[in-house]
């Protein structure tokens, strides 16, 4: 990753952290994945060459420049839903600095909504956004999803009673390996093989 990205990344990181420390409004905090569950998400993303990658939750684009600078390696694309105009107006300006707004299709509005309408298929899956109704959005990607695919979600251990349904969802899916990685705020991580599709 390029130095001028790398300080980018991190000055988005510290603006998000400050203003989440001034906001008491849960709706105006940017909630950024901790820097480790985001490279995580980048290697994750670079070695298995992912090339369509669904973001569900875009927030100010600190994650999504992470998973965009991995697509740019892989030829790939990215669908990013917020249903806040603020936050992806801030992400696309961060992903203009970034230089990977080219890498990024932002949708605003409902991601359930958005989800349903989505051809598909994917082969990489981030859920950071309303966690009550990720197994809806997952139950709706499952024909929308390509034989290999990674399916993540993240704050698996900082929110368990609300992430509780979506984890349920996740074990019952066929053909899927799954863990949770304590890495920052906790990541659901399940992934198919090509082999393994039922």
Same mark, same amino acid.
């Given at each position: 990753?390029?130095?001028?990205?790398?300080?980018?990344?991190?000055?988005?990181?510290?603006?998000?952290?400050?203003?989440?420390?001034?906001? *008491?409004?849960?709706?105006?905090?940017?909630?950024?994945?901790?820097?480790?569950?985001?490279? +995580?998400?980048?290697?994750?993303?670079?070695?298995?060459?992912?090339?369509?990658?669904?973001?569900?939750?875009?927030?100010?684009?600190?994650?999504?420049?992470?998973?965009? *600078?991995?697509?740019?390696?892989?030829?790939?694309?990215?669908?990013?839903? /917020?249903? *806040?105009?603020?936050?992806?107006?801030?992400?696309?300006?961060?992903?203009? *600095?970034?230089?990977?707004?080219?890498?990024? /299709?932002?949708?605003?509005?409902?991601?359930?909504?958005?989800?349903?309408?989505?051809?598909?298929?994917?082969?990489?899956?981030?859920?950071?956004?309303?966690?009550? %109704?990720?197994?809806?959005?997952?139950?709706?990607? +499952?024909?929308?999803?390509?034989?290999?695919?990674?399916?993540?979600?993240?704050?698996?251990? %900082?929110?368990?009673?609300?992430?509780?349904?979506?984890?349920?969802?996740?074990?019952?899916?066929?053909?899927? /390996?799954?863990?949770?990685?304590?890495?920052?705020?906790?990541?659901?991580?399940?992934?198919? %093989?090509?082999?393994?599709?039922?």
């Amino acid at each position: 990753m390029r130095p001028q990205l790398v300080e980018l990344l991190a000055a988005i990181e510290q603006q998000g952290r400050e203003n989440d420390e001034r906001e *008491s409004d849960r709706v105006r905090k940017m909630l950024n994945l901790e820097p480790d569950t985001a490279k +995580l998400l980048n290697i994750l993303a670079r070695s298995s060459g992912a090339r369509r990658v669904l973001e569900i939750g875009t927030s100010n684009g600190y994650s999504t420049i992470w998973l965009a *600078s991995a697509v740019a390696e892989t030829g790939g694309k990215i669908i990013s839903i /917020e249903r *806040s105009p603020e936050k992806q107006a801030m992400a696309r300006e961060n992903l203009g *600095s970034a230089g990977l707004l080219d890498r990024v /299709e932002l949708r605003l509005g409902d991601a359930t909504t958005i989800v349903r309408e989505l051809t598909g298929p994917f082969d990489f899956v981030f859920f950071d956004a309303d966690r009550t %109704s990720a197994p809806e959005q997952l139950r709706l990607l +499952l024909p929308k999803l390509a034989p290999e695919v990674f399916v993540l979600s993240d704050n698996v251990l %900082s929110h368990p009673a609300e992430i509780a349904g979506y984890l349920a969802a996740v074990a019952t899916l066929e053909g899927f /390996e799954h863990t949770v990685v304590p890495v920052g705020k906790g990541l659901s991580l399940a992934y198919r %093989s090509a082999g393994r599709i039922p």
